[in-house]
């Protein structure tokens, strides 16, 4: 993983000399706005989250070209109903997601009791 942390490293700083994830709008440019449904820290992401950010991600560049100021926000969502169903079902000692808070998320087992 030290090999892959590397190469993150490098291209986050040549992103980073680049601004490459500042804006530099054009007032002469049209505008246009694209959001996505913001992934809930419920579950695992899996290949539908890829999908529904890869769609709205593609959409915003093929906008870009066609000469937009394009404006694609991107966040987390930790509040609502899945949230506190994953709660409930800690609090209830659910074994398969006590696995995976411990197993994927890496939670300490004493962590979970707080939740």
Known sequence: MEFLSRIEEKWQEKWSEAKIFEADPDP???KFFIT??????N???HIGHARTYTLA????????M???NVLLPM???YTGTPVLA???RLA???????????????VPQEKLKEL
């Open 28 to 30: 002469s440019k049209p």
């Open 36 to 41: 996505v449904a913001y992934p809930y820290p």
């Open 43 to 45: 579950s695992p992401q």
């Open 57 to 64: 991600d593609v959409y915003a560049r093929y906008m870009r």
């Open 66 to 68: 066609r000469g937009y």
């Open 75 to 77: 966040a987390f969502h």
């Open 86 to 88: 994953m709660a409930k």
């Open 92 to 106: 209830e000692g659910d074994e398969e997601l006590t696995k995976d808070f411990i197993e994927v998320y890496k």
